[in-house]
């Protein structure tokens, strides 16, 4: 099939844009490829629509077909595009650079984040010697009541923002886990005494995080910075003070480099 063949092609129009779409939605992180009688079953479309759409999105680079085993992946035309969307965030540009240099400095991981609707959605990944990770955190989400990003992004909410934003979706991960809105409304105000929030096995066992808010120009949180890793890594007991003290810096360092002013709104906060 030629290189500039379009989806319009197989038939429909926007109907076909969608159902186009809705394979590629089919490739998740725990599912990464997929059979074509996978993607008719969760699709529900019929075999030959499915058959077609695939065959134009692999002409296209939006899957690839490794033909011993007979499974789609997501192609290079998908990633080529993540790339362009990653180059035109300001928050991107503005901290890829200081979350690298922070995760070589401390050995950790180190992330920034930014909200999507009810979920964080990461922007930056940097593993550190210490945390070490096969694969990237990057277009990935996560909840906001089961991490350290996630309640420094809800930091300059009201909990009636928040009550609207969550409902009563606090999926529990471990019996660390908040799990209603009391519990955030209380952990959230301690981050905002202490400049910092933090995750300690709530999202996985044997994990910690802490977390700074970063500002735009208008003083409104639109990120977080964070340093993560094994509990053994972080060493919270001897550590917190430090670590929290230079997430707070970098965030800081990110937010002045998006325009914010300390003077607008209270940033930092002593440790």
């Given amino acids: 099939m030629p290189r500039s063949t379009t989806v319009r092609e197989v038939g429909g129009g926007t109907q076909s844009v969608e159902r186009a779409l809705s394979l590629l939605r089919a490739f998740t992180e725990e599912h990464p490829e997929r059979r074509v009688s996978e993607l008719v079953q969760l699709t529900g479309l019929g075999q030959s ?74 922007l930056c990944n940097f593993e550190g010697r210490l945390a070490p990770r096969s694969f990237t955190l990057v277009g ?27 409902g009563a979706r606090y999926p529990v991960y471990t019996p660390k886990t908040i799990a209603d809105l009391d519990g955030l409304l209380a952990a ?46 972080l060493d919270l007991p001897h550590r917190q003070d430090e670590l929290a003290l230079k997430v707070i810096e970098h965030a800081d360092q990110i937010s002045t480099g998006l325009g914010y002013h300390a003077s607008a709104t209270p940033l930092s906060a002593t440790v």
Avoid: W
């Fill in 49 to 122: 629509t499915v058959s077609r759409l695939v065959g134009t999105l692999e002409a296209l680079g939006y899957v690839t077909h490794d033909a011993r085993s007979g499974l789609y992946r997501i192609g290079p035309t998908v990633v080529g595009l993540a790339g362009i969307a990653l180059n035109q965030s300001p928050i991107h540009r503005q901290s890829r650079q200081i979350a690298q240099d922070l995760a070589s400095e401390l050995g950790l991981g180190a992330n920034v984040a930014e909200r999507h609707g009810a979920e964080l959605f990461y």
């Fill in 140 to 166: 990935r989400s996560g909840p906001l009541h089961a991490t350290a990003m996630g309640k420094a992004l809800l930091s300059d909410l009201t909990a009636d923002e928040i009550e609207s934003l969550l």
């Fill in 188 to 233: 959230l105000a301690d981050g905002r005494s202490r400049g910092y929030t933090t995750e300690l096995e709530e999202l996985a066992f044997g994990r910690a995080c802490l977390a700074a808010p970063v500002r735009d120009r208008s003083g409104r949180v639109v990120a977080a910075l964070s340093v993560s890793g094994p509990l053994s890594a």
